[in-house]
């Protein structure tokens, strides 16, 4: 069954659902409420925020993979979404490209590789050599299996050409506190979510990496100048269901730049360490199939999968 076309000079006439797969107070929930906020102000109708927390976001993705295509319900997600957990998931409900179309980048989180204080570790260089002479022995935490901030420390150990011992939990949160009591070693975690304990010098940034890196952390070396492929970043984006038609997607894109230049956006942005990217749908699209085509190997030559 067809969806009811929707048009630029009609749209929105009732409110809109955007679906996110965070819990409240999540990063990703609270970019939905700040879009939601904004652009339904200008859009005329309220947006609603409707949190879907699981299954790797999966839950939230099919949501809006399988409602209808009028613009009335869309996804805010991150990479993981549209470009990991197909790699990771055999059995995966949605098919990002098929299902999906893009409406917009919000923006891209940096990220701060930080050490416990027990490993004695200043560098990115005495990482490496410690690694190197005690393969395996040096552990790192990440948010799960799969999850931005797993890939991102593997992406790290291959092109550095040292091997680490990965140790997930269900969440950043415990992550980082099993950093700041030395159960593991390493971590490469959003800016937003390390800042409080490295103030409190309860942990220790070596490097950093995304479009903030210098600003937050002038005094320590970017992640990429180490390797190319580890300018690193968690970007968030928005997208409808792939059949929803090109004036809906044009309005909703428009609105979102709009708010994106916002000084209130752009400031509650930057308190979580990401910088806003207004652009088109195409760019998007353009980011998806970058990391596509790196992380895509990463995972398979890791061996991840997720039932």
Do not use: C
């Amino acid at each position: 069954m067809l969806a009811p076309l929707a048009h630029a000079d009609t749209y929105p006439a009732k409110p809109v659902r955007l679906v996110v797969g965070s819990p409240p107070g999540a990063l990703g929930d609270v970019l939905a409420r700040v879009s939601a906020q904004h652009m339904g102000s200008g859009l005329g109708q309220p947006i609603v925020v409707d949190n879907k927390p699981g299954a790797s976001l999966a839950i939230a993705a099919d949501t809006v993979a399988k409602a209808p295509a009028d613009g009335y319900t869309l996804l805010i997600a991150p990479d993981s979404a549209t470009v990991v957990n197909p790699f990771l998931y055999p059995k995966l409900p949605y098919d990002p490209v098929k299902d999906f179309r893009s409406v917009g980048l919000i923006g891209k989180a940096s990220l701060v590789l930080v050490v416990a204080n027990g490993l004695k570790i200043d560098t990115v260089e005495e990482l490496v050599q410690a690694a190197k002479a005690r393969p395996g022995t040096i552990n790192f935490g990440s948010g799960g299996s799969g999850h931005p901030t797993h890939l991102a420390m593997e992406m790290f150990a291959n092109r550095m050409n040292v091997k680490l011992t990965h140790v997930p939990y269900k969440g950043t949160s415990p992550a980082i506190q099993a950093l700041v009591t030395g159960e593991i070693g390493a971590m490469i975690v959003g800016v937003a979510e390390a800042m409080p304990l490295i103030t409190a010098g309860r942990i220790k940034p070596i490097a950093a990496s995304g479009p903030q890196a210098k600003e937050k952390f002038s005094a320590l070396p970017e992640m990429r100048s180490f390797h190319k492929d580890l300018d690193l970043s968690v970007w968030f984006g928005i997208f409808a269901p792939k059949a929803t038609p090109q004036p809906v997607i044009d309005r909703l894109n428009a609105q979102l730049n709009h708010a994106l230049g916002l000084p209130e956006v752009r400031a509650r942005l930057d308190d979580y360490g990401m910088l806003p990217q207004p652009g088109t749908p195409a760019a998007l699209d353009a980011i998806q199939e970058v990391d596509r085509s790196r992380y895509g190997p990463l995972v398979k030559a890791l061996g991840l999968t997720i039932d």
